[in-house]
T-cell receptor, first 115, second 113 residues
């Protein structure tokens, strides 16, 4: 899976399967997490977010799970479609006061969906 | 929907030129950001602004400056472009609410020859 600082991993799935993309974060004080999707030639697109007072949040076909004990975040995509092919990356924020809007981004995971 | 618009998708400039990248957002967001994205290095923050005429350095501000004269517009300036500034530049904006995500434009792919 992905970790902030590692090379870009890849995940290849069949159309219709469920996908799980992982992200490890290092700062135990981080309290807000975001998943982005970036298609080729486009900017990152917001998918879903989660606060540290939650361990699960669901959207349309996507679920984010947060395990604060092991500092792990995952994105689950149900019934993966070819249009889901993209780079997915997580971002974390730490409320440190002052300029606390800065995000730390992971390097991303390339998801390829095979028809 | 939030819309962040970057003025150019592709730009080619020469070494030593002064380059301006423009970004406009339509959601009345207080915060605006400039990143560059390079293969293997991910997204790196250059500068950000949390209010008109306010700016703060990010992680890699050297060789860049910014301008925020109006709330909706944030400009990135390469004072004297160099080949190592060839990159994808991404602008983002977010509201004052800490628990709201940043929203990105589609980027400007800048080549310095």
């Amino acid at each position: 899976g992905e970790s902030v600082g590692l090379h870009l991993p890849t995940l290849s799935v069949q159309e219709g399967d469920n996908s799980i993309i992982n992200c490890a974060y290092s700062n135990s004080a981080s309290d807000y997490f975001i998943w982005y999707k970036q298609e080729s030639g486009k900017g990152p697109q917001f998918i879903i977010d989660i606060r540290s007072n939650m361990d699960k949040r669901q959207g349309q076909r996507v679920t984010v799970l947060l395990n604060k004990t092991v500092k792990h975040l995952s994105l689950q995509i149900a019934a993966t479609q070819p249009g889901d092919s993209a780079v997915y990356f997580c971002a974390e924020n730490t409320n440190s006061g002052g300029s606390n809007y800065k995000l730390t981004f992971g390097k991303g995971t390339l998801l390829t969906v095979n028809p | 929907d939030v819309k962040v618009t970057q003025s150019s998708r592709y730009l080619v400039k020469r070494t030593g030129e002064k380059v301006f990248l423009e970004c406009v957002q339509d959601m009345d967001h207080e915060n605006m950001f400039w990143y560059r994205q390079d293969p293997g290095l991910g997204l790196r923050l250059i500068y950000f602004s949390y209010d008109v005429k306010m700016k703060e350095k990010g992680d890699i501000p050297e060789g860049y400056s910014v301008s925020r004269e109006k709330k909706e517009r944030f400009s990135l300036i390469l004072e004297s472009a160099s080949t190592n500034q060839t990159s994808m530049y991404l602008c983002a904006s977010s509201s004052w609410d800490y628990y709201q995500p940043q929203h990105f434009g589609d980027g400007t792919r800048l080549s310095i020859l």
